[in-house]
């Protein structure tokens, strides 16, 4: 069994998907607009990635800034159209006014995507209580991921978080992987590593030239050296003197 940490880039087209394989990343989440942290690309994007790279995808379902779910017809309609140009796994999250998970809107579109894996994205890290989302959303079909920083603030203010939720998994609400983005470093990688994280995910940090530029490729290779680099052990304890 393969005990490579997973390497998910963010690609907003088939330049940035090209580069991001080349470079060792293991899985894309295709979106448009970072200046509203991400939405919903076009169905025409999504076939173009999907013909140009053999690597896994994941799209995002998200229609507009927030975490509010809007009109969730249309997002049934737009899963049906993405699925229909080849999406096969998603990336979604909603809450209510209240930081709850808005289980009405996951549910419909969960149903939409008839067993498609998916990701409960960074909405989680606006919750009011993440512990009771992920109890809520335990066992709905396909949730294989959540996307956390640990905190809105992003990594170095979630590390903790983080660390704790690691040593959760397998119990119920925390089966699911954690996959960690959000302000991610390289130096945030070795701690996390240590404690059973195996899976990243970066966007700005393999843009050299910022969300204006590509995905550098180079840059993505650094982060697979870094993720496939072997965790430093502790040092044995020296052995008691001699009397």
Same mark, same amino acid.
């Given at each position: ?51 140009? &790279? ?9 229609? +507009? ?14 899963? %049906? ?7 096969? +796994? ?10 709850? &998970? ?130 430093? %052990? ?10």
């Amino acid at each position: 069994m393969s005990t490579r940490a997973v390497l998910e880039v963010i690609a907003l087209d088939v330049e940035d998907a090209l580069a991001a394989q080349a470079g060792g990343a293991d899985r894309l989440e295709l979106v448009t607009d970072m200046a509203s942290d991400g939405l919903t690309p076009p169905p025409a994007t999504v076939a173009a990635i999907r013909a140009a &790279v053999h690597i896994d995808l994941r799209v995002m379902l998200r229609l +507009e800034d927030g975490f509010a779910a809007g009109d969730a017809g249309r997002l049934v309609r737009v899963a %049906r159209n993405l699925r229909a140009a080849g999406a096969t +796994e998603f990336v979604l999250g909603f809450l209510d006014p209240d930081g709850r &998970v808005d289980l009405t809107a996951v549910e419909r579109v969960v149903a939409e995507l008839d067993g498609c894996r998916w990701t409960f994205h960074r909405a989680i890290d606006r919750a009011a209580d993440r512990d009771a989302l992920r109890k809520q959303l335990d066992g709905l079909p396909g949730l294989d991921t959540y996307l956390t920083a640990g905190s809105a603030a992003g990594v170095d203010d979630g590390l903790p978080t983080l660390l704790t939720e690691a040593a959760r998994r397998g119990e119920p609400g925390y089966e699911q992987r954690l996959l960690v983005g959000g302000g991610l470093r390289l130096e945030h990688v070795p701690p996390l590593r240590a404690a059973g994280v195996d899976a990243f995910h970066i966007g700005g940090a393999v843009r050299p030239g910022g969300w204006s530029g590509p995905v550098s490729a180079a840059a993505v290779r650094d982060w697979r050296r870094s993720l496939d680099a072997p965790l430093s %052990r502790p040092a044995a304890p020296a052995a008691a003197p001699h009397v």
